[in-house]
């Protein structure tokens, strides 16, 4: 199956620094990235879309100002979380449609786990 | 909207024996797909099995099946013969039909943590 690598797997940072997460589409391309998030036994929820070249569309609720998502390739998305703060603490994880290809499955990354200290 | 629902936040199970997970779901579209992943505690996604729609059959794949049922807007997971490894949360989603640039994007209920014990 298709591979998408997410990065880091965890990060420790201060409050009010940003963070930055990476998703890589390892072995094939990916015009649409999805990022969700998740606090301690909870459901995934949709932050965000993010498609290839143009801006992202955000679920109600989510600051587009907080949570900077850039798709500049194929291959990349990445999830900025600026100014953080302890309750941005959470697992975010990203998934990705891929181009062209099947839709019997979902590829999702390894996860961020995000403290904020 | 779409709306998933899992109403077991957690199950027991006896080691080889078999185990449902139930899920119910909410959608005004006719074309769909529905999706179980596994999450153990390193919190990665594990894809299990997925349900078209269309699909007259159900689902399996090797010890997990599928129990669609369209009429009743149900789709139960069964894990056949639990091992202990099958320990973790499991989610239920959906997606809905294709077309327009959010296509891909799930619809996850709360999860159900299923326990094994030996």
């Known amino acids: 199956g298709a591979v998408v690598s997410q990065h880091p797997s965890w990060v420790i940072c201060k409050s009010g620094t940003s963070v930055k997460i990476e998703c890589r589409s390892l072995d094939f391309q990916a015009t649409t990235m999805f990022w969700y998030r998740q606090f301690p036994k909870q459901s995934l929820m949709l932050m965000a879309t993010?498609?290839?070249?143009?801006?992202?569309?955000?679920e109600q609720g989510v600051e587009k100002d907080k949570f900077l998502i850039n798709h500049a390739s194929l291959t990349l998305s990445t999830l900025t979380v600026t100014s953080a703060h302890p309750e941005d603490s959470s697992f975010y994880i990203c998934s990705a449609r891929v181009l062209g290809g099947g839709d019997t499955e979902a590829f999702f990354g390894q996860g961020t786990r995000l403290t904020v200290v | 909207a779409q709306k998933i629902t899992q109403t077991q936040p957690g199950m027991f199970v006896q080691e080889k024996e078999a185990v449902t997970l139930d899920c119910t779901y909410d959608t005004s579209d006719q074309s769909y797909g529905l999706f179980w992943y596994k999450q153990p505690s390193s919190g990665e996604m594990i894809f299990l099995i997925y349900q078209g729609s269309y699909d007259e059959q159900n689902a399996t794949e090797g010890r997990y099946s599928l129990n669609f049922q369209k009429a009743r807007k149900s789709a139960n997971l069964v894990i056949s013969a639990s091992q202990l490894g099958d320990s973790a949360m499991y989610f239920c989603?959906?997606?809905?039909?294709?077309?327009?640039?959010?296509?891909?994007?799930?619809?996850f209920g709360q999860g159900t943590i299923l326990t094994v014990h030996p």
């Open positions: 989603a959906m997606r809905g039909p294709a077309g327009g640039t959010s296509y891909g994007k799930l619809t």
């Open positions: 993010s498609n290839e070249g143009s801006k992202a569309t955000y």
